[in-house]
């Protein structure tokens, strides 16, 4: 179906024929020519106007990077106080982490660790920490210097780790996912070492 249209009927535009040009024909019969040019851009216009990029703001960015931050400090010290109930509020209920040692701890693992004193913290000094976003998922990786005691001993050193932050339902960021490794010093590896 054809819906006619004449441009010539508009106040003020004038009908003139363009070399490359196009005729729309919308109201009484006639002639309205208009540059194919115009009528990409209007496309392109439009394209651009109905699917935005999804790309944050510079200061939606930098208000997110520093909420992420105040988490990590919030983490930070709920492990160095044995704060189960503010580790609790940071974890996802379904939260996983992979230890330095490689073993998998659950949300309930890791509460329950802190809160019999399995695992206890003295000093834990973080540094070199990165922030990237991917929608509504932050990953954070670290430089820890830690000194703590665990059921086995007393451990030390340097460990590299990765912490992701998702958006829950309510729109709060939580810890899913946590990953450390020790970082080893320089020098002759053992034979059966991962490197």
């Known amino acids: 179906m054809r819906i006619p249209f004449d441009l010539r009927t508009v106040p003020g535009l004038p009908c003139t024929r363009m070399p490359g040009s196009v005729t729309v024909a ?6 309205r020519r208009l540059k194919a040019g115009f009528a990409i851009a209007a496309a392109l216009t439009f394209a651009v106007c109905a699917f935005p990029l999804p790309a944050m703001s510079l200061p939606q960015k930098h208000e997110t990077r520093h909420e992420i931050d105040q988490l990590e400090d919030e983490w930070r010290n709920a492990v160095l106080t044995s704060n189960t109930e503010e580790l609790n509020s940071l974890l996802s209920d379904d939260y996983t982490a992979i230890t330095a040692s490689g073993t998998l701890q659950t949300k309930e693992e890791a509460l329950e660790s802190l809160r019999t004193g399995r695992l206890h913290f003295t000093s834990l000094d973080v540094s070199d920490r990165k922030v990237r976003f991917y ?23 340097s460990y590299r780790y990765t912490r992701v932050y998702a958006r829950d339902p309510q729109g709060k ?3 899913v996912s946590f990953e450390a490794s020790r970082v080893r010093e320089p020098g002759p590896h053992r034979r059966n070492e991962i490197r």
């Open 135 to 157: 929608g509504t998922t932050a990953i954070v990786t670290s430089l820890a210097n830690v000194q703590a005691t665990t059921a086995d001993g007393p451990v030390s050193g």
């Open 173 to 175: 960021w939580k810890i």
């Open 26 to 31: 919308l109201s009484p019969p006639g002639c």
